[in-house]
């Protein structure tokens, strides 16, 4: 997958038009979205879409989970706009060919269909609670090559979010990521992590932890957190002015990274 940096860069900035020109008639079809799909056993805070049957074409997923934040639905923060932006600029600069327009999932962790995914998403992990069904589930998915993607979080959040996990993996280190890793290069070159967003002016710089497998930082990459920083706001409000581009466009180059990391590694 040949690139260049100022083709990449322009491509970028191509997909936040596109999101522009498809997002009326978008918002129009979803306020008539009907649930269809998913888990009852947790609450969405209002109307979500029903999951697109797996079909091979790469589908977004967003994971969802039992939360003690926004009334136990932390995990739906910035869906579905944050999620269907993103596909508009994978599908803008790449030949992925992803589902969009109101066609990503929704999956809990003990969710058999999560398996036919490479990529999942989670929001707000430092709500996150887990059974021990989900955990089995989530154990099973690492294991079987998934990768995970942990957004929009900080402060004394990460602590939850260490707990959730260290119980999946009890002796799991997490390694601050540097952007000589190969997860910023697999197709933007990343190649300082100080031009990362931040969550707001005032939170502090962005931090980014990896876990790998077997702890071992020169093999497979497994989960990446984006800690003190929440890139799915830039993806959501990519339309709307409330982020300047330059930062929005950094937030897209590591959704793309990330999700062409996970689906070839």
């Not at 579905?80 to 508009?88: A, V």
């Not at 059974?131 to 939850?160: C, M, P, T, V």
């Not at 997490?174 to 031009?195: C, R």
Request: glycine share 10%; hydrophobic share 40%; with cysteine.
């Amino acid at each position: 997958m040949k690139r260049t940096s100022h083709r990449a860069a322009w491509a970028v900035i191509l997909g936040a038009v596109v999101v522009c020109l498809g997002l009326t008639a978008q918002a129009q079809r979803g306020s008539n979205r009907q649930r269809g799909g998913g888990d009852e056993r947790f609450q969405t805070g209002g109307q979500i879409h029903g999951n697109v049957p797996y079909d091979g074409r790469f589908t977004f997923v967003r994971l969802m989970y039992r939360g003690f934040g926004r009334g136990g639905t932390s995990w739906i923060h910035d869906y579905p706009r944050g999620d269907e932006h993103l596909m508009k600029i994978i599908n803008a600069v790449s030949l992925t060919n992803p589902h969009m327009d109101g066609e990503t999932n929704i999956l809990a962790l003990d969710d058999p269909e999560l398996f036919n995914y490479p990529v999942a998403y989670m929001a707000e992990p430092g709500f996150w609670q887990m059974s021990e069904a989900e955990l089995a589930g989530l154990k099973a998915y690492i294991e079987k090559g998934g990768f995970l993607i942990f957004d929009d979080f900080r402060f004394e959040h990460w602590y939850n979010f260490e707990a959730q996990i260290n119980r999946v993996f009890p002796r799991a280190i997490w390694h601050e990521m540097t952007a000589d890793h190969p997860v910023f290069h697999s197709f933007y070159d990343i190649n300082s992590l100080d031009i990362i967003p931040q969550y707001f002016q005032n939170y502090g710089k962005p931090i980014f932890r990896g876990l790998f497998e077997d702890n071992d930082p020169q093999k497979r990459l497994i989960a990446i957190a984006n800690y003190n920083t929440d890139l799915s706001e830039f993806w959501e409000f990519a339309d709307s002015g409330v982020r300047a581009i330059e930062d929005t466009n950094e937030a897209f180059k590591l959704g793309v990274n990330y999700i062409i990391y996970g689906m070839t590694h």
